[in-house]
């Protein structure tokens, strides 16, 4: 199996709305990400979980809140978004983090989830 | 300042022809290089990982080639097929200093269209 998958696939909130987006792996991944992708650009990593800890927060604001209940499952919470955070939100998982430079990591992509603020 | 650069943004060729994609880099510390197919409104899927040791990698009709050198990759798609459109992405990795990751940059990515 070497399928992530994201729920909803699509989602639209208001502005005062609380929702949260959910990521699923099973293939023993130990890294999992958020992206956000708007269109026709390419993907912003947001977040990254490494053992189910945050190691990486690019700078995103508060109202993206992310959560790693356990080693398959990622989820997203978002709160009081923007109309302009409105994109499709991209989660990724791949084996570990990268430990050296003849081990790459391939990030395997789940299907995203369009998110449309009003 | 990391970059990748791809070219064309698009292009639309015949079903069963052929096509080379471009890509440039200008990322340091180079780790690898990967090009991704992704459909419109889906996840990227990989397609090939190259290191820097590696000069071309094959998967079915794509093979993707790595100058290290010139920083230069290409993406060839031999025998199109309709199911072919889509955007392709190329990301180089850099080594992310003090935290083990490795920093993905992304081009802007080449939009195939496969016509009949």
């Known amino acids: 199996d070497t399928e992530v998958t994201q729920t909803p696939k699509h989602l639209v909130m208001g502005m005062t709305n609380k929702k949260s987006l959910k990521c699923e792996q099973h293939m023993g991944h130990r890294a999992m990400y958020w992206y956000k992708q708007k269109a026709k650009k390419p993907p912003e990593l947001m977040f990254v979980?490494?053992?189910?800890?945050?190691?990486i927060n690019e700078s995103v604001p508060s109202r993206f809140s992310p959560e790693c209940p356990n080693s398959s499952l990622l989820n997203l919470h978002l709160h009081a978004l923007q109309p302009e955070d409105s994109a499709l939100y991209l989660c990724a998982s791949s084996q570990d983090r990268w430990t050296g430079p003849r081990k790459p990591d391939t990030q395997y992509f789940g299907p995203g989830t369009r998110l449309t603020v009003l | 300042k990391n970059q990748v650069e791809q070219s064309p943004q698009s292009l639309i060729i015949l079903e069963g022809k052929n096509c080379t994609l471009q890509?440039?880099?200008?990322?340091?510390?180079?780790?690898?290089l990967r090009w991704y197919k992704q459909d419109t409104g889906r996840g990227p899927v990989s397609l090939t990982i190259?290191?820097?040791?590696?000069n071309t990698k094959s998967n079915g009709r794509y093979t993707a080639t790595l100058d290290a050198d010139t920083k230069q990759s290409s993406l060839h798609i031999t025998a199109s097929q309709l199911s072919d459109s889509a955007s392709y992405i190329c990301v180089v990795s850099a080594n992310r200093m003090n935290t083990g990751f490795q920093k993905l940059v992304f081009g802007t990515g080449t939009r195939l269209l496969v016509s009949p």
């Open positions: 890509c440039n880099y200008t990322v340091s510390p180079f780790s690898n």
């Open positions: 190259m290191t820097f040791s590696e």
């Open positions: 979980y490494s053992y189910e800890k945050l190691s």
